[in-house]
């Protein structure tokens, strides 16, 4: 259906002459009466009676004609609508952060910025990290906020992406204690194995143990009996004494306390990690670029 076939029907119900409805309309009668054609065509039943002089509305054309000027108000709206869509969007940050930080870290720090200079609205899409390099390499979000470290590299690389440090963070290997309070399971180079927790290949955590520890892990025998996406996954197993999982400590820090989780192994297998702010190099609007200034002028 076009629009003008709206306004067309509009402009034949109020004045009943199609001669007169043509030349309002700025056409020749023969093309006008095709499109009032065309239009009843299209909804498949007749909206005037042409056998009475004026032409008036069937019992279904009175029906649409409210109709029509229902879709026609509508259309105006759009383009207020739309810059004001536009507008809300602009002012909108738009986060992507692994599953880990969303629920530990992301909060306090949002909350420390906030303190200094308010912001806008925030939409925030937590997902393991490979999703949110996707969503970032996509251009839907503007920000990704994940753990990273020097030697094990993403799939954002520093020609197209800026990133900033914001915090630090340090994968430990942990298990549950046994009844002197001692690891169930401990890592060691040679010995007796230890049952891993290990991280999916979706998960960036997981990326670094593997770049680091793989083939150390593989020399001892210590090796996978339960692989999950989620740090806070691989936490309740190793809480229900199922292995060794390395964890964040800004995700276990009340466990570690409680002697509910111990280290599982030495300092040679803790893993020291920033915590970074990544965005495109391209502009971002206004508000997202004012947040990255803040931010930056922040960073350790």
Not at 8 to 20: E, T, W, Y
Not at 28 to 48: D, I, K, M, N
Not at 174 to 194: E, N
Request: some cysteine; overall charge neutral; proline content about 5%.
């Amino acid at each position: 259906m076009n629009l003008t076939w709206l306004e067309d029907f509009l402009a034949l119900a109020s004045s009943g002459n199609f001669s007169r409805a043509a030349s309002e309309r700025h056409m020749t009668q023969p093309a006008f009466s095709r499109r009032v054609r065309a239009l009843e065509e299209w909804l498949g039943v007749p909206l005037f009676d042409r056998t009475t002089h004026p032409v008036t509305l069937t019992e279904t054309g009175q029906w649409f004609q409210s109709v029509a000027l229902e879709l026609l108000a509508r259309v105006d709206r759009v383009p207020d609508e739309a810059r004001a869509v536009a507008d809300a969007s602009s002012a909108t940050l738009r986060f992507a952060s692994t599953h880990a930080l969303s629920f530990t870290f992301l909060p306090a720090w949002l909350r420390g910025l906030e303190a200094g200079s308010p912001m806008g609205p925030i939409q925030l899409v937590s997902d393991v990290m490979q999703q949110c390099e996707a969503l970032m390499l996509q251009g839907r979000v503007q920000f990704l906020l994940c753990h990273w470290h020097a030697q094990v590299p993403g799939r954002l690389d520093a020609a197209s992406h800026r990133s900033v440090s914001v915090g630090g963070d340090t994968l430990v290997p942990v298990s549950s204690p046994g009844k002197s309070g001692k690891p169930r399971h401990l890592l060691s180079a040679s010995g007796k194995r230890a049952p891993v927790l290990a991280y999916s290949s979706e998960s960036g955590l997981g990326r670094i143990v593997r770049a680091l520890h793989s083939d150390t892990l593989e020399t001892s025998r210590n090796g996978p009996v339960f692989t999950a996406h989620l740090a806070s996954v691989l936490k309740t197993m190793a809480l229900d004494g199922r292995g060794v999982a390395w964890l964040p400590l800004s995700l276990i820090g009340e466990e570690l306390a409680t002697g509910r989780l111990v280290a599982a192994g030495g300092a040679e297998w803790a893993i020291e990690l920033d915590i970074r702010l990544f965005r495109s190099s391209v502009a971002l609007p206004p508000a997202a670029e004012s947040f990255w200034r803040e931010v930056a002028g922040k960073s350790t």
